[in-house]
Protein backbone atom coordinates (compact mmCIF):
# COMPACT_ATOMS: atom_id res chain seq x y z
CA UNK A 1 0.00 0.00 0.00
CA UNK A 2 0.89 3.92 -0.92
CA UNK A 3 1.97 5.58 2.31
CA UNK A 4 0.00 8.29 4.03
CA UNK A 5 1.09 11.53 1.39
CA UNK A 6 0.87 15.46 2.14
CA UNK A 7 0.82 17.98 -0.05
CA UNK A 8 2.99 20.50 -0.72
CA UNK A 9 6.33 19.12 1.57
CA UNK A 10 7.19 23.17 1.40
CA UNK A 11 5.76 26.47 1.81
CA UNK A 12 6.60 29.98 2.25
CA UNK A 13 3.99 32.13 3.33
CA UNK A 14 3.50 35.81 4.38
CA UNK A 15 2.08 37.29 7.67
CA UNK A 16 -2.25 37.50 7.27
CA UNK A 17 -2.04 35.28 4.18
CA UNK A 18 -3.67 31.59 4.25
CA UNK A 19 -2.96 27.91 3.67
CA UNK A 20 -4.50 25.03 2.64
CA UNK A 21 -2.29 21.60 3.24
CA UNK A 22 -3.24 18.35 1.95
CA UNK A 23 -3.36 15.12 3.31
CA UNK A 24 -3.87 11.21 1.22
CA UNK A 25 -4.04 8.93 3.73
CA UNK A 26 -3.33 5.23 3.42
CA UNK A 27 -6.15 3.05 1.17
CA UNK A 28 -8.56 1.97 3.86
CA UNK A 29 -8.12 4.04 6.69
CA UNK A 30 -10.84 6.51 7.24
CA UNK A 31 -9.29 8.48 10.63
CA UNK A 32 -6.51 11.47 9.77
CA UNK A 33 -5.32 13.46 12.30
CA UNK A 34 -3.04 16.46 12.20
CA UNK A 35 -0.33 17.82 14.28
CA UNK A 36 2.17 20.79 14.52
CA UNK A 37 5.53 20.38 15.27
CA UNK A 38 7.60 23.20 16.37
CA UNK A 39 11.02 23.00 18.48
CA UNK A 40 9.41 25.19 21.73
CA UNK A 41 6.08 23.65 21.52
CA UNK A 42 6.96 19.87 19.99
CA UNK A 43 4.42 17.76 18.82
CA UNK A 44 0.84 18.84 19.59
CA UNK A 45 -1.98 17.67 17.98
CA UNK A 46 -4.46 19.87 15.61
CA UNK A 47 -7.70 17.48 15.13
CA UNK A 48 -8.65 14.46 14.22
CA UNK A 49 -11.17 13.46 11.21
CA UNK A 50 -13.27 10.28 11.19
CA UNK A 51 -15.84 9.48 8.31
CA UNK A 52 -15.44 13.59 7.87
CA UNK A 53 -16.16 14.20 11.16
CA UNK A 54 -14.35 16.13 13.12
CA UNK A 55 -14.23 14.11 16.33
CA UNK A 56 -11.10 15.17 17.96
CA UNK A 57 -9.94 18.78 18.44
CA UNK A 58 -6.89 20.08 20.26
CA UNK A 59 -6.30 23.55 21.69
CA UNK A 60 -5.60 25.90 18.86
CA UNK A 61 -7.48 29.00 17.77
CA UNK A 62 -10.02 29.28 15.27
CA UNK A 63 -8.08 29.79 12.79
CA UNK A 64 -7.21 26.70 12.28
CA UNK A 65 -9.33 24.41 10.26
CA UNK A 66 -9.74 21.18 8.59
CA UNK A 67 -12.79 19.20 6.47
CA UNK A 68 -12.32 14.98 5.50
CA UNK A 69 -13.67 14.51 2.11
CA UNK A 70 -16.02 10.94 1.55
CA UNK A 71 -12.68 9.57 -0.07
CA UNK A 72 -10.77 9.82 3.35
CA UNK A 73 -8.43 12.56 1.99
CA UNK A 74 -8.26 15.36 4.48
CA UNK A 75 -6.82 19.21 4.19
CA UNK A 76 -6.21 21.66 7.01
CA UNK A 77 -6.69 25.72 6.70
CA UNK A 78 -4.57 27.73 8.39
CA UNK A 79 -6.11 31.47 8.01
CA UNK A 80 -4.86 35.09 8.76
CA UNK A 81 -0.89 33.51 9.26
CA UNK A 82 1.30 34.72 12.07
CA UNK A 83 4.92 34.31 12.49
CA UNK A 84 4.50 31.10 14.69
CA UNK A 85 2.85 29.44 12.74
CA UNK A 86 5.79 28.37 11.06
CA UNK A 87 6.25 24.49 11.89
CA UNK A 88 6.10 20.98 10.44
CA UNK A 89 2.20 20.02 9.92
CA UNK A 90 2.01 16.37 10.22
CA UNK A 91 -0.72 14.11 9.29
CA UNK A 92 -1.24 10.71 10.36
CA UNK A 93 -4.17 8.19 9.52
CA UNK A 94 -5.20 5.37 10.71
CA UNK A 95 -7.87 2.18 10.37
CA UNK A 96 -9.67 2.93 13.79
CA UNK A 97 -11.12 6.03 15.44
CA UNK A 98 -8.32 5.54 18.38
CA UNK A 99 -5.87 3.40 20.15
CA UNK A 100 -4.08 2.30 17.09
CA UNK A 101 -1.21 2.36 15.08
CA UNK A 102 -0.96 5.96 13.49
CA UNK A 103 0.93 6.34 10.77
CA UNK A 104 2.45 9.95 9.53
CA UNK A 105 3.05 11.25 6.17
CA UNK A 106 6.50 13.21 5.39
CA UNK A 107 4.64 16.78 6.59
CA UNK A 108 4.41 19.68 5.45
CA UNK A 109 6.83 22.37 6.06
CA UNK A 110 5.67 26.00 6.23
CA UNK A 111 7.63 29.02 6.49
CA UNK A 112 5.82 32.34 7.58
CA UNK A 113 7.55 35.70 7.01
CA UNK B 1 2.62 20.24 30.47
CA UNK B 2 3.12 17.26 28.51
CA UNK B 3 1.03 14.10 28.97
CA UNK B 4 4.24 12.21 27.99
CA UNK B 5 8.50 13.05 28.89
CA UNK B 6 10.90 11.45 27.67
CA UNK B 7 14.33 10.78 29.28
CA UNK B 8 16.75 11.80 28.81
CA UNK B 9 16.59 14.72 26.28
CA UNK B 10 19.94 13.55 24.46
CA UNK B 11 21.85 10.55 24.21
CA UNK B 12 25.25 10.14 22.61
CA UNK B 13 26.53 6.61 22.18
CA UNK B 14 29.28 4.49 20.24
CA UNK B 15 27.71 1.93 17.73
CA UNK B 16 27.02 -1.52 19.11
CA UNK B 17 26.43 0.31 22.30
CA UNK B 18 22.94 -0.32 23.77
CA UNK B 19 20.21 2.63 24.29
CA UNK B 20 17.96 2.81 27.12
CA UNK B 21 15.29 5.82 26.98
CA UNK B 22 12.28 6.59 29.59
CA UNK B 23 8.84 8.06 29.44
CA UNK B 24 6.94 8.99 32.47
CA UNK B 25 3.54 9.72 31.86
CA UNK B 26 0.76 11.40 34.24
CA UNK B 27 -2.57 9.49 33.77
CA UNK B 28 -4.27 5.84 33.34
CA UNK B 29 -3.62 5.03 29.86
CA UNK B 30 -4.91 2.85 27.19
CA UNK B 31 -1.90 1.89 25.47
CA UNK B 32 1.37 3.80 24.84
CA UNK B 33 3.31 4.02 21.55
CA UNK B 34 6.89 4.65 20.62
CA UNK B 35 7.77 6.38 17.70
CA UNK B 36 11.06 7.50 15.91
CA UNK B 37 11.60 10.46 14.01
CA UNK B 38 14.51 11.06 11.22
CA UNK B 39 15.41 14.73 11.30
CA UNK B 40 12.45 17.02 10.09
CA UNK B 41 10.44 13.91 8.84
CA UNK B 42 7.79 12.08 9.47
CA UNK B 43 7.13 9.64 12.68
CA UNK B 44 7.60 6.00 11.86
CA UNK B 45 5.83 3.84 14.22
CA UNK B 46 7.62 1.49 16.05
CA UNK B 47 5.79 -0.76 19.08
CA UNK B 48 2.88 -0.09 20.58
CA UNK B 49 2.14 -1.45 24.34
CA UNK B 50 -1.18 -2.29 25.72
CA UNK B 51 -2.10 -0.96 29.51
CA UNK B 52 -2.17 -5.28 30.41
CA UNK B 53 1.11 -5.64 28.64
CA UNK B 54 4.23 -5.82 30.24
CA UNK B 55 7.07 -5.94 28.10
CA UNK B 56 7.19 -6.69 24.03
CA UNK B 57 9.89 -6.88 21.60
CA UNK B 58 10.46 -5.80 18.34
CA UNK B 59 13.67 -7.21 16.54
CA UNK B 60 16.32 -4.92 18.35
CA UNK B 61 14.12 -3.38 20.18
CA UNK B 62 12.21 -3.84 23.85
CA UNK B 63 9.52 -1.85 25.33
CA UNK B 64 8.50 -2.34 29.22
CA UNK B 65 6.17 -1.08 30.48
CA UNK B 66 5.16 -0.59 34.44
CA UNK B 67 1.49 1.09 34.93
CA UNK B 68 2.69 1.56 38.92
CA UNK B 69 4.93 3.76 37.72
CA UNK B 70 3.13 5.57 35.31
CA UNK B 71 6.60 4.63 33.42
CA UNK B 72 8.05 2.92 29.70
CA UNK B 73 11.26 2.22 28.72
CA UNK B 74 12.72 1.66 25.33
CA UNK B 75 15.56 -0.39 24.99
CA UNK B 76 17.72 -0.45 21.37
CA UNK B 77 20.07 -3.15 21.74
CA UNK B 78 23.36 -3.31 19.42
CA UNK B 79 22.78 0.41 18.39
CA UNK B 80 23.49 0.85 14.93
CA UNK B 81 24.72 4.66 13.00
CA UNK B 82 21.11 4.52 11.54
CA UNK B 83 19.42 4.48 14.66
CA UNK B 84 20.53 8.12 15.33
CA UNK B 85 16.95 9.96 15.53
CA UNK B 86 14.31 11.38 17.97
CA UNK B 87 12.50 9.07 20.09
CA UNK B 88 8.87 9.75 21.26
CA UNK B 89 6.20 7.84 23.39
CA UNK B 90 2.70 8.43 23.05
CA UNK B 91 -0.28 8.22 24.81
CA UNK B 92 -3.80 8.27 24.95
CA UNK B 93 -5.37 8.76 28.31
CA UNK B 94 -7.47 7.00 29.33
CA UNK B 95 -11.27 7.95 28.41
CA UNK B 96 -9.31 10.29 26.06
CA UNK B 97 -9.06 9.49 22.05
CA UNK B 98 -6.53 12.68 21.98
CA UNK B 99 -3.00 11.28 21.73
CA UNK B 100 -0.05 12.96 23.73
CA UNK B 101 3.50 13.55 22.14
CA UNK B 102 6.65 13.77 24.73
CA UNK B 103 9.17 16.14 23.55
CA UNK B 104 11.40 13.19 22.62
CA UNK B 105 15.01 11.72 22.83
CA UNK B 106 17.42 12.64 20.65
CA UNK B 107 20.07 10.20 20.21
CA UNK B 108 22.89 9.96 18.35
CA UNK B 109 24.78 6.98 17.52
CA UNK B 110 28.20 7.47 16.56
CA UNK B 111 30.12 4.87 14.34
Not at chain 1, 24 to 47: D, E, K
Not at chain 2, 24 to 43: D, E, H, V
Request: proline letters at 4%.
Amino acid sequence: KAGVTQTPRYLIKTRGQQVTLSCSPISGHRSVSWYQQTPGQGLQFLFEYFSETQRNKGNFPGRFSGRQFSNSRSEMNVSTLELGDSALYLCASSSLQSGETQYFGPGTRLLVL
Amino acid sequence: SQQGEEDPQALSIQEGENATMNCSYKTSINNLQWYRQNSGRGLVHLILIRSNEREKHSGRLRVTLDTSKKSSSLLITASRAADTASYFCATEPGGSYIPTFGRGTSLIVHP
